[in-house]
C-alpha cells in the first residue's frame, strides 16, 4: 500500500497571533512553525499501517522552501520520503489541486490529511482533494482499518460515532482519536540522522487556480474584566447569569 | 438566481441550525435583492421555514436518503443549486455539513468560505467575515468565483425570524451510487450534545477523577447543557473523546460555557472563543482562564458545583 499524508506548516499553538502590512499578512516574526496536529495523527497511524502492514509513506506539503524543516521533522518520524510542491499555499482549492496532481501521479492508496489545519481552519483540503479525484472520502476519521483494498472506518458525528465501510483509493480527514495520544512520537537522533539521507524532492507546481482571497486580518475586541463572584454568594451569581448576560 | 439554504433535519425534525442559516440567506439574500430556496431533506414540516424568510422549499422525500451519507447529500444540493440557478448557497457547520461542504464545492466550482461568521461585508465584490487562527483572529475572505459557498459558523448570526410564506414544492433529484457505506450510528439519544447546546458544562483535570463526573452531569442536568471536557480529560479515558473540545477538539460556540476545574490553556480557549458568555470555577486565582472568563468563582469545585445546581433547581422551579 502507498500512503501519502499530507503535511501543513503551522504556527506553533501557543503562537502570539499578529499581522503585517496593514493587517493584510499573518506575521511570522518569533513564531515557531510545526506539524499541524491534525496531520500529526493521520502521520501516526501511516507509521503503524507501514511497521504493521508494510505499507510506504512519503509526506507532501505545498508551500515555499520555509517549509522543509517541518517535512524533514515528518522524514525524522519515519516517512520514507517527502515532497514540496513549490507554491505558496494561496487557498484550500489551490492546495487540494497542488495535492491532486501529486495523488494521481505517485498512484497512492491512501490519503491522509488532517481534518483541518489549526491556522485557517478551512476544513477544506481532504474533501476537496476527494472531490477532484473521485476518490472514496471518510471525514473526522478516529479509526481505520485496512485490508486488501476493502476500508473500514470509524468517524466522528455530533453526539456520537458512525461506523462505515468503503474501498481504497480513499481520501481520509484525520483528527485525535485516530491513535492514542501515547503513540504520538518526537524524533529520535537515530530518526534526525537517517531524515537528513532521506529524498526531498521540490516539485514545481501546476497551474491552478484561486478561488478565494484574504482580503484582511482583524483581531477580536479585547474583552472586558471577569466578575468574580464568591462562593458563599451564589445567589448573587444566578442573578447576574439571569438578568445582566442573560443566558438562563 | 434565489441564495440557496440547506436546511439540515433529523428524524423528520429540523435542527436549530437549519433555522440559523434560513435567516442567514435570508440576509444576503435581501443584500443580493433576491429570494430564499431552500433544499430540504425527509423533513416533515418544511412550511416552517417560511418563518425564517424562506419563500420556496425543494422538498426531497426519499428513504434512501434517511441516512446521511456526505457525497449523496452534496449531489442533491448540486442539482438545486443548478435547478435554481443560485449564485450563493449557505450551508451550515455541523460535522455533516462540513463533510459534504468541499464536495459540494468541487461539485459547483464554487469558492468555499467556512467559519462565516455576519453577513457579507460587500457583494460585489463578494467578501465574507470569517475565523481563523483557531478563533484567535477574523479573516475578511473574498470569493471570486461565480457560485459561492458559505458555511455559516453555529450560533454566530443567531434566529432572525422574517415571516413569508414558503411554497412547497416536490422535488426529486436523482440518487447516485456511492462508495463510502454507512454500516452503522452509534449516537447518545436524548442527551443534548455539544453541536446543539445553548449551554456547555465543563469539566478538567481539577476533577480529579470520571468518578466525579456525577456533579458535572447534575448541573447540566439543570441547564439542559450537553457536557464536555478538557483534552487530558478525553486522554487520560475519564470522558469521550467527542467531548473534548479545544483547538485539537471540538470548537463551542454556545450562550454559556461554563468551565470548572480546567486551566485555560491557550489551546483549549482557542476552542472556546466563540462561546458567548464564559463562567469559570477554579481554586486557583491565578488560572489564566479568569482572564478570558466573563463571571468567576474562585473556589473548590467539590464545594461550588452541588451548591450552584441548588441554586438553580431553585431557580428553575421559580420561574417555571
Ligand atoms: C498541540 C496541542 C493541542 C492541544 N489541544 C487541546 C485542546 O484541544 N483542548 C484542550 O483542552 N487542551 C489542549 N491541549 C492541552 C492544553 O495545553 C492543556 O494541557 C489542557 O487544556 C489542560 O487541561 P486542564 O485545564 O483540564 O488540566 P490542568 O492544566 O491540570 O488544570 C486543571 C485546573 O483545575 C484546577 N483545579 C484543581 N482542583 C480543583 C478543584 N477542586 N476545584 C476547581 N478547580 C480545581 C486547577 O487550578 C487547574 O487550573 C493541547 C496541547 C497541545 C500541545
Given at each position: 500500500m502507498k500512503i501519502l499524508v499530507c503535511i501543513s506548516h503551522v504556527p506553533d499553538t501557543t503562537s502570539k497571533i499578529n499581522f503585517s502590512e496593514g493587517d493584510t499578512k499573518f506575521d511570522t516574526n518569533g513564531v515557531q512553525f510545526?506539524?499541524?496536529?491534525?496531520?500529526?495523527?493521520?502521520?501516526?497511524?501511516?507509521?503503524?499501517?507501514?511497521?504493521?502492514?508494510?505499507?510506504?509513506?512519503?509526506?507532501?506539503?505545498?508551500?515555499?522552501?520555509?517549509?522543509?524543516?517541518?517535512?524533514?521533522?515528518?522524514?525524522?518520524?519515519?516517512?520514507?520520503?517527502?515532497?514540496?510542491?513549490?507554491?505558496?499555499?494561496?487557498?484550500?482549492?489551490?492546495?487540494?489541486?497542488?495535492?491532486?496532481?501529486?495523488?494521481?501521479?505517485?498512484?497512492?492508496?491512501?490519503?491522509?490529511?488532517?481534518?483541518?489545519?489549526?491556522?485557517?481552519?478551512?476544513?477544506?483540503?481532504?474533501?476537496?482533494?476527494?472531490?477532484?479525484?473521485?476518490?472514496?472520502?471518510?471525514?473526522?476519521?478516529?479509526?481505520?482499518?485496512?485490508?486488501?483494498?476493502?476500508?473500514?472506518?470509524?468517524?466522528?458525528?455530533?453526539?456520537?460515532?458512525?461506523?462505515?465501510?468503503?474501498?481504497?483509493?480513499?481520501?481520509?480527514?484525520?483528527?485525535?482519536?485516530?491513535?492514542?495520544?501515547?503513540?504520538?512520537?518526537?524524533?529520535?537522533?537515530?530518526?534526525?540522522?537517517?531524515?537528513?539521507?532521506?529524498?526531498?524532492?521540490?516539485?514545481?507546481?501546476?497551474?491552478?487556480?484561486?478561488?478565494?482571497?484574504?482580503?484582511?486580518?482583524?483581531?477580536?475586541?479585547?474583552?472586558?474584566?471577569?466578575?468574580?463572584?464568591?462562593?458563599?454568594?451564589?445567589?448573587?451569581?444566578?442573578?447576574?447569569?439571569?438578568?445582566?448576560?442573560?443566558?438562563? | 438566481m434565489s441564495v440557496l439554504v440547506y436546511t439540515e433535519s433529523e428524524q423528520g425534525k429540523y435542527k436549530k441550525v437549519a433555522f440559523e442559516v434560513a435567516s442567514y440567506a435570508r440576509a444576503v439574500a435581501d443584500q443580493l435583492g433576491t429570494t430564499v430556496t431552500a433544499i430540504s431533506i425527509n423533513a416533515e414540516d418544511p412550511s416552517v421555514l417560511g418563518t425564517y424568510g424562506v419563500t420556496k422549499v425543494l422538498h426531497v422525500k426519499d428513504a434512501k436518503l434517511d441516512t446521511f451519507n456526505a457525497k449523496t447529500y452534496a449531489d442533491v444540493i448540486k442539482q438545486a443549486a443548478e435547478q435554481e440557478a443560485s449564485k450563493v448557497v449557505v450551508v451550515s457547520s455541523t460535522a455533516d455539513s462540513k463533510y459534504l461542504a468541499p464536495l459540494l464545492a468541487i461539485g459547483l466550482k464554487a469558492g468555499y468560505a467556512s467559519n462565516v461568521v455576519a453577513a457579507p461585508t460587500s457583494v460585489s465584490p463578494f467578501t465574507v467575515k470569517r475565523t481563523a487562527f483557531t478563533n484567535k483572529a477574523f479573516n475578511l475572505t473574498r470569493i471570486s468565483t461565480d457560485v459561492k459557498l458559505v458555511g455559516l459558523s453555529k450560533n454566530s448570526v443567531g434566529l432572525k425570524e422574517n415571516a413569508t410564506t414558503a411554497e412547497v414544492t416536490d422535488f426529486s433529484p436523482s440518487i447516485p451510487e456511492n462508495g463510502v457505506h454507512v454500516e452503522a450510528v452509534d449516537k447518545a439519544t436524548n442527551t443534548v450534545t455539544i453541536a446543539d447546546a445553548e449551554i456547555v458544562v465543563s469539566g478538567g483535570r481539577g476533577l480529579k477523577g470520571p468518578e466525579n463526573w456525577g456533579m458535572i452531569e447534575e448541573l447540566a442536568d439543570v441547564l439542559d447543557a450537553a457536557t464536555a471536557c478538557s483534552k487530558p480529560v478525553s486522554d487520560l479515558g475519564w470522558r469521550p473523546h467527542g467531548e473534548h473540545v479545544g483547538q485539537t477538539g471540538k470548537p463551542v460556540a454556545a450562550n454559556l460555557y461554563i468551565a470548572i476545574g480546567i486551566s485555560g490553556a491557550i489551546q483549549h480557549l482557542a476552542g472556546i472563543n466563540a462561546s458567548k458568555v464564559k463562567l469559570v470555577i477554579n481554586t486557583d486565582p491565578e488560572a489564566p482562564f479568569f482572564k478570558a472568563a466573563d463571571y468567576g468563582v474562585v473556589g473548590d469545585a467539590f464545594e461550588v458545583v452541588p451548591a450552584l445546581t441548588e441554586k438553580l433547581k431553585a431557580f428553575k422551579a421559580q420561574n417555571a
Open positions: 510545526i506539524i499541524n496536529p491534525n496531520d500529526e495523527y493521520g502521520l501516526t497511524r501511516a507509521m503503524w499501517f507501514k511497521e504493521k502492514q508494510g505499507a510506504t509513506v512519503d509526506v507532501v506539503n505545498v508551500g515555499g522552501p520555509e517549509t522543509e524543516p517541518t517535512l524533514r521533522k515528518a522524514l525524522a518520524l519515519g516517512a520514507d520520503g517527502a515532497i514540496r510542491v513549490n507554491t505558496p499555499a494561496v487557498d484550500g482549492y489551490a492546495v487540494a489541486e497542488q495535492l491532486a496532481k501529486v495523488f494521481t501521479d505517485g498512484s497512492y492508496d491512501l490519503v491522509i490529511a488532517g481534518r483541518e489545519s489549526i491556522d485557517y481552519n478551512g476544513g477544506m483540503v481532504p474533501g476537496m482533494l476527494a472531490g477532484l479525484t473521485d476518490a472514496n472520502f471518510i471525514n473526522t476519521c478516529i479509526s481505520l482499518e485496512i485490508d486488501g483494498t476493502n476500508v473500514k472506518a470509524i468517524r466522528e458525528i455530533d453526539g456520537g460515532k458512525e461506523t462505515v465501510s468503503t474501498t481504497l483509493p480513499l481520501v481520509i480527514g484525520a483528527q485525535k482519536g485516530l491513535v492514542e495520544e501515547s503513540d504520538l512520537r518526537i524524533p529520535n537522533m537515530r530518526g534526525i540522522m537517517m531524515a537528513r539521507k532521506k529524498p526531498l524532492t521540490v516539485l514545481e507546481p501546476v497551474e491552478a487556480s484561486q478561488e478565494t482571497e484574504s482580503v484582511k486580518f482583524e483581531k477580536p475586541t479585547p474583552k472586558g474584566a471577569v466578575t468574580l463572584v464568591s462562593p458563599d454568594n451564589l445567589d448573587e451569581l444566578v442573578n447576574l447569569l439571569h438578568n445582566e448576560a442573560k443566558v438562563i | -
